[in-house]
């Protein structure tokens, strides 16, 4: 996991999420929406975020579902 995120910017936990009645989940950066699963893709999600043994593997998770954060972009 150190090699993944070497300057620690998951270590502030920016990503969260919140789940709907109707299973909608949404993925927001601080604080800000930036993506929305509905179906089988919000299924998977939170088989994934519940199966993730700490808070730095579901920060991770949540990156790597939205998307560009991997090229540097989100600040």
Known sequence: MNNIDRKNRLGDEPFNFRV????????????????????TEAEKFLKRINAA????????IMAKITGNFKRGNEQ
């Open 20 to 39: 709907t009645k109707d299973h909608t989940v949404f993925v927001d950066y601080y604080g800000r929406l930036v993506k929305t699963l509905k179906g």
């Open 53 to 60: 043994e700490n808070t730095t593997e579901q920060q991770l």
